[in-house]
């Protein structure tokens, strides 16, 4: 068998810290809940956690504006309890990825405040500062993701800073040398700390125009959407300089055994792809949030599963993510009853499956009143739908009255269902999505064709998708009816392997097989 990595064989998961597991109290997961849960995580299966942002923080963007790279906020914990959940994961082969985010601090972070204070600080070009523009007006027509011009003013210093993101998460200038030194500098604080990996975010934006061009109106653009959409990011995104700091922080982690680097790509997949980096020297798994974006039936989905596979570049291993803390659940999206099925897809696809806290028991977005609202993206533009809340809900362990979640008041609600959909009452029914994806890990990780088969016959039939898995003489079969109607359909003679249903496992079919409204299959073929 090939020499294959970790983070290759392996199912990583998604921790929003604030909601997975609180041991104080005060409503806010923390990193001692982590530790408390890690059990039920190996329980699933799972090879590594990815947790997102545990830094001091004023929390603008709950994490993403980091006001210290080295440390642990104290809502989280402690270093040291950073350092006891390095131990306790480890010892149980579990892996730990860091969040890191390096396109911008927050408006706090001691730098921030340094290159503010003059224009002639040292650290003044470790932000983008500049003039105003004609009569006075904006650099530039840059937009900020939250809604509004990407430039705030600063009357101290009378010049404009740019921020992609919140005015309280400036960007910083990844063209200057000392930037890029001092965040490897931070990555290697966390990799001497035993880290294994780092999930990088918004990886394709660290470096912009450095001619300032404005970007290009976006004629496909809707009301209806955020205001950023207004604009193509030609001159803000993906920029071709870009290429060269992923390889110098994929040497950083290179310099250290064994370690991952992952980025968060949102790019059509000839561009994503790119990110592989010249001769595989980029990110290892540049995030390929495909199946978050593609229409849910079986065509749209055999024409990514198609693409993807043929624009990988030679030696580039694939991954697949449903779900993050960005985007609306899968539950949500399609139906609880297709969520199997999705189970199934992302765990029977090739490449790396990333799975997000609760999508193994079903979780919904849950409303969230007005008056409950915590999210900026909710806050700057209400109404529109851009609020991420209800995926960030906190992680219903129990049936108890706050789940098993807190002792306190949950900083955003429980979910109405969290009575019957938990780990617990899940854990104890055999059918449930929560065994499904717990059944559906045990066989990727007992059948290695689920690891290494090539992905081949990629079909559809009707609202029917299927694929193979093979290496060799040997292949899976997999069928899934995206469907909500029962369906007639015919596979090679063999025994089925797993159904998302459960009944029939173990059973021989002869050349078709009816499958249920919304029940996928993996067949194993005879030889
Ligand atoms: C992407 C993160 O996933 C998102 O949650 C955050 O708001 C932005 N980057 C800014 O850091």
Redesign the pocket.
């Known amino acids: 068998m090939e020499d294959v990595k970790w983070w290759q064989s392996g199912v990583i998961y998604q921790i929003y810290p604030r909601s997975f597991q609180d041991t104080n109290g005060d409503g806010i997961g923390d990193l001692p809940g982590i530790i408390r849960r890690l059990d039920c995580v190996v329980r699933l299966g799972i090879d590594a956690i990815w947790i997102?942002p545990i830094y001091p923080s004023p929390m603008a963007?709950?994490g993403?504006?980091v006001a210290d790279y080295c440390d642990i906020a104290p809502i989280f914990g402690t270093l040291a309890d950073f350092d006891r959940l390095i131990i306790e994961a480890h010892s149980r082969g579990v892996r730990v990825i860091l969040d890191f985010?390096p396109?911008?601090t927050s408006n706090q972070h001691p730098w921030f405040l340094e290159s503010q204070s003059s224009r002639d600080n040292p650290k003044r070009d470790w932000y983008i500062w500049k003039d105003a523009g004609h009569e006075g007006g904006l650099p530039n027509n840059w937009l900020s993701?939250f809604g509004g011009p990407a430039w705030e003013w600063d009357e101290t210093t009378k010049q404009y800073y740019y921020h992609?993101?919140l005015k309280e998460?400036p960007d910083l200038n990844w063209r200057n040398p000392a930037v890029k030194q001092a965040m490897y500098d931070v990555l290697r604080f966390w990799l001497d700390r035993g880290v294994d990996g780092f999930r990088v975010?918004?990886l394709w934006m660290l470096i912009k125009d450095d001619e300032f061009r404005d970007n290009p109106v976006n004629p496909g653009y809707v009301s209806s959407e955020s205001s950023y959409k207004q604009l193509l990011p030609l001159y803000t995104a993906n920029r071709p300089e870009v290429h060269e700091i992923v390889a110098e922080m994929r040497a950083v982690l290179d310099a250290y055994p064994d370690r991952v680097l992952i980025g968060?790509i949102y790019l059509p997949i000839e561009e994503l792809v790119t990110y592989y980096g010249r001769d595989l020297k980029g990110a290892q798994l540049p995030f390929n949030f495909q199946l978050i974006q593609t229409a849910w039936n079986a065509s749209s989905i055999a024409e990514i599963m198609d693409k993807y596979e043929a624009a990988l570049p030679p030696g580039a291993w694939p991954n697949w993510v449903l779900g993050?803390?960005?985007k609306a659940r899968i539950a949500s999206r399609i139906g609880v009853a297709q969520a199997r099925v999705a189970a199934m897809l992302l765990l029977t696809l090739r490449g790396t499956p990333t799975i997000y806290y609760g999508e193994e028991i079903g979780m919904k977005d849950v409303p969230i009143a007005p008056e409950q609202v915590q999210d900026p993206?909710e806050k700057n533009q209400p109404g529109l739908g851009l609020g991420?809340d209800p995926e960030r809900t906190p992680m219903p362990w129990d049936g108890s009255l706050l789940a098993g979640f807190t002792t306190g008041t949950p900083w955003l609600p429980l979910g109405p269902d969290h009575a019957s959909a938990n780990v617990a009452a899940m854990s104890k029914s055999p059918e449930s999505l929560l065994n499904l994806y717990h059944r559906l890990i045990e066989l990727r990780r007992g059948n290695p064709l689920l690891t290494y088969g090539a992905i081949e016959a990629v079909g559809v039939e009707g609202n029917v998708l299927r694929y193979e898995r093979r290496q060799g003489n040997d292949r899976l079969a997999i069928a899934l009816n995206l469907g909500h109607e029962p369906v007639q359909v015919s596979l090679p003679a063999g025994r089925v392997l797993l159904s998302t249903h459960f009944g029939g496992g173990g059973e021989d079919i002869d050349q078709s097989l009816s499958l249920s409204a919304n029940e996928g299959i993996i067949v194993q073929p005879k030889v």
């Open positions: 997102s963007d709950f993403y504006d985010v396109n911008h993701h992609s993101f998460q975010d918004v968060e993050n803390h960005d993206a991420r």
